[in-house]
Structures are given as C-alpha cells and as structure tokens.
C-alpha cells in the first residue's frame, strides 16, 4: 500500500484560502459504465470527454483496478464514473427518503428548457417528476439516471438572488437548530414524533409568515 495521509497538526494560517470557483467533477461509481456513457453523451448531451484506466487506485494505492471516464457540461464542470470489476452491488439505503433527497441539480437556461426534457425523456423511457415550481427558487424536473439510480434535477432559478441570501439562509440555519432542539426535548427518544413536531413548527412558521414557504421573502 502507498497511501499517503496527511494530518492537520498545526493551527490553521490565518488566511483562509480562495472559495472554490465551480464544480470541477462530482463522481459515483458504476457497474455499467457502457451503459452509463450512452445515458449520458446521447440522452442527457454531455459528451464523453475523458477516460483512463489504472490497476489500482492512485491517492491510497489500493488495488481496485478501475475505469475513470468523465461527461462535460457547458461551463466546463463534469460528471464522472468509475467502474472496478468485482464491486458487489452497494447496500440499499436504510430509507427510502435517501433516494429522494441526495441529488445532482443540473441548470438549464429557461423554464421552456426544463419543460423541453419531459417530452425527450418520456421519449428515452425515463418517468418524470415535475416540473415543480419552487417559490422564489427554481422550476425542477426531477427522474432518475436510468443505468445508475441517481437521482437527477434539471432546473432553471427563478430568481437571480436565489444563491445570494446569505443573511436569511444563516438565520434559517438557526432557526432549525432550534427547531430541532425543541423536538428532542418535547419528545426524547422518539425521532418519529420528533419529524412530526418539526413538521408542525415548520406549518407554524408558515403561518407567521404568509407567502414564506422555505426561500427568501421577495424584497
Ligand atoms: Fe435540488
């Protein structure tokens, strides 16, 4: 094994550095990676830019030999696979809720664009969710990757603030501390009446706030 790892021992500089500038790849692993390039190049149009393959895995050296091979969109950002013979199927997840919210947003340039995918994924067998109508956020057609069971959302911002709330988004964060610190001490050990009292506060917010449903009030 060469795995190198490195550990923070010291305190940090006092810089931090640059924010990341854009999503350079995210990357699952696939047990059907012809499959899964021919979904994406021909169905979802990001064509098959890069692949390599290696006997084991370069940053820890261990021996999965594997296939890497990467899809482009149009800002340059990538969607990528490996494929390492062997791997047994991963274990389902523990809910079904997992399979709902754990997604890759992609942004096209209009509601008509979201609306332009139902037709040509119907047309490629893909069900659909949607379009939904996030208020003060994004219109969204959600399916799921066909080959991979990933779940997919193509999306266009409905407001060109809507990435840019820093203040409301910390103030929400807080906000669910809280609500999720009341819930345990209401109802200890019971995550299921937790869920539902949060859900309850949640309707109450609403409430208190007419025409807030989770985003940042129009200004
Ligand atoms: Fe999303």
Do not use: C
Request: glycine share 6%.
């Amino acid at each position: 094994m060469t795995s190198t790892t490195t550990t923070s021992v010291t305190q940090p500089p006092g810089v931090r550095p640059a924010t990341p500038q854009m999503l350079s790849h995210v990357a699952w692993v696939t047990h059907d990676s012809i499959a899964t390039a021919e979904f994406y190049e021909n169905v979802m149009g990001m064509p098959l830019v890069n692949a390599f393959t290696d006997p084991n895995v370069p940053s820890t050296g261990d021996p999965y030999p594997f296939l890497h091979f990467f899809h482009r969109m149009q800002d340059g950002s990538i969607v990528a696979w490996f494929e390492s013979p062997g791997l047994p199927a991963p274990a389902p997840p523990s809910d079904p809720a997992y399979d709902i919210f754990n997604h890759l947003a992609l942004l096209v340039e209009s509601k008509e664009a979201v609306e332009a995918w139902v037709p040509w994924l119907h047309g490629h067998g893909i069900d659909t969710i949607g379009p939904v109508d996030h208020p003060g956020i994004a219109y969204s057609l959600y399916f799921y990757d066909p080959v991979n069971h990933i779940r997919l959302e193509v999306s266009h911002p409905l407001d060109p603030r809507w990435n840019s709330n820093e203040e409301f988004a910390h103030h929400a964060i807080a906000e669910w501390r809280e609500m999720k610190r009341e819930a345990e001490e209401a109802a200890p050990g019971d995550p299921r009446e937790q869920a539902r009292l949060v859900a309850n506060m949640i309707q109450e917010g609403r409430a208190r706030r007419p025409g807030h449903e989770g985003s940042a009030p129009a200004q």
